[in-house]
């Protein structure tokens, strides 16, 4: 099956730094998502990518929709005590096989600040 | 709005007991998700409603029966668990299950011990 590679597992970072962190797939999606989830609560979307080389943003938040359509990256700037919690990329397969809407998450970034 | 409801928040269970989870979402949506989730890892996939019928069981034990009363309900009825199976549960639902531009929106979840 398909299997998403994310990087890294764990960032420790000051606050005010920039964060960036990264999908790469064996398999093309048609769609990636990136979602937000905190202690106690369940995944929440950030952004949502749905053609090859698209750029998003979301305030701070920044993503891209690899070429390839095999990879995907988020990047946060200036971040902020509230940015803690683990964020997921998550892809989607078009129409056919016997995967198509399923997502496929990728293992997960833990994501701590310092203030 | 999109916003799915998750009861009850947390739930202790005995081995013996029968117990049930419960979703709503009222955004008009017609595919409704069922996930497992154990700590500081991403979700995993248990069964997929679309417009109101079982469209995918991942092959759950059958100790966990999930039903779709409504377009808008999405139960998970519990029986004979074993301890394993404390998790977060997680619900989630889009617009529909195969179509492009599929967003899943995830509700809160339950925390279920069993002891």
């Known amino acids: 099956g398909q299997q998403l590679n994310q990087s890294p597992q764990s960032m420790f970072i000051q606050e005010g730094e920039d964060v960036s962190m990264n999908c790469t797939s064996s398999?093309?999606?048609?769609?990636w998502l990136w979602y937000k989830q905190e202690p106690g609560e369940g995944p929440v979307l950030l952004i949502a990518?749905?053609?090859?080389?698209e750029l998003t943003s979301n305030g701070r938040l920044t993503a891209q929709f690899g070429i390839t359509r095999k990879d995907s990256f988020l990047n946060i700037s200036a971040s902020i005590p509230s940015d803690v919690g683990i964020y997921f990329c998550a892809g989607q397969l078009g129409a056919g096989g016997t995967s198509y809407g399923k997502l496929t998450f990728g293992q997960g970034t833990i994501l701590t600040v310092h203030p | 709005d999109t916003e799915v409801t998750q009861t009850p928040k947390h739930l202790v269970m005995g081995m013996t007991n029968k117990k049930s989870l419960k979703c709503e979402q009222h955004m008009g949506h017609r595919a409704m998700y069922w996930y497992k989730q154990k700590a500081k890892k991403p979700p995993e996939l248990m069964f997929v409603y679309s417009y109101e019928k079982l469209s995918i069981n991942e092959s759950v034990p059958s100790r966990f029966s999930p039903e779709c009363p409504n377009s808008s309900l999405l139960n998970l009825h519990l029986h004979a668990l074993q301890p394993e199976d404390s998790a977060l549960y997680l619900c989630?639902?889009?617009?529909?299950?195969?179509?492009?531009?599929?967003?899943?929106?995830f509700g809160a979840g339950t925390r279920l011990s069993v002891l």
């Open positions: 398999s093309i999606f048609n769609t």
């Open positions: 989630a639902s889009s617009i529909n299950h195969a179509g492009d531009y599929n967003i899943q929106y």
């Open positions: 990518l749905y053609k090859a080389g």
